[in-house]
């Protein structure tokens, strides 16, 4: 029935939860231990670190996402309102294992998929046998599922990391020149996490969606545009000085 339905779909997200877990925890583990080989570090340190990596990771993330369901809700789930967060990965997963309990799935379009990804597997084999370019096929299916909202800046951060690289490969100290390109480029992605994580406990705690609203909602389109244009000059500002004080360090190292 639809009740034993229900619950084989909800089995099935569990132990999808797991394995994922699992598989996403084993290759960090693995390509965190290779680079301790690579450096010399001690194997069974890395270990108990790790170890505490995962049980520290189980009391934090719990909360967080109780948090964000609390202060936005997800997308597809009972509850959401308009500014839910997206979940591509869970709403995939979802709709595959109702289709299949249900007998509603769409096989035609399972294979329309496996189809186009059979193609840019030989492009992407072809292309790397012919040239130094190539369509990974992961690239190409997160393309097609994860919304545009998320994958229009994807291109834009690789064109800015590209131009970076290019002007670091110039200096003194090039290798540490891209290494702090890419700290800073994390420090704004875990920024932007942090900062909704605390926005999400505003909203949980003072039960207000637009606690943190300082102008009304007629203002909505204007503040995306001075939103973006601010995005933009922060970001040119904090390439500047990384450029700036990466080349005053080329200039300490070349003097030494």
Known sequence: GEADADALV????????VVFGIATISN????????????GATPWKQQAALVFGVIFGSIVI???????????GFAGAPGAGADALPAP???????????????SLDWGLIGLGAAIGAVVIVINEVLSKTGEFSLPPLAVGMGMYLPASLTLVIPIGALLGYLYNKWADKQANAERT?????????GLIVGESLFGV???????????????????????????????????VLVGMVYNYLKKSQAKTGVKTAAK
């Open 89 to 103: 990965q869970a709403a995939l997963l979802s709709s595959v294992a109702k289709g299949i309990f249900g007998n």
């Open 28 to 39: 960090d583990n693995l390509q965190d231990l290779k680079t301790g080989q690579l450096v």
């Open 198 to 232: 605390l926005n999400a406990g505003i909203i949980a705690a003072t039960s207000d969606s637009s606690a943190l609203a300082v102008v009304g909602e007629d203002f909505a389109k204007t503040a995306q545009w001075i939103g973006l244009a601010l995005f933009v």
């Open 178 to 186: 891209k290494r702090m390109g890419v700290l800073m480029a994390t």
């Open 10 to 17: 909800a089995y099935t997200l569990f132990t999808a939860a």
């Open 62 to 72: 719990p909360p967080i996402l109780e948090l964000m369901l609390k202060g936005f």
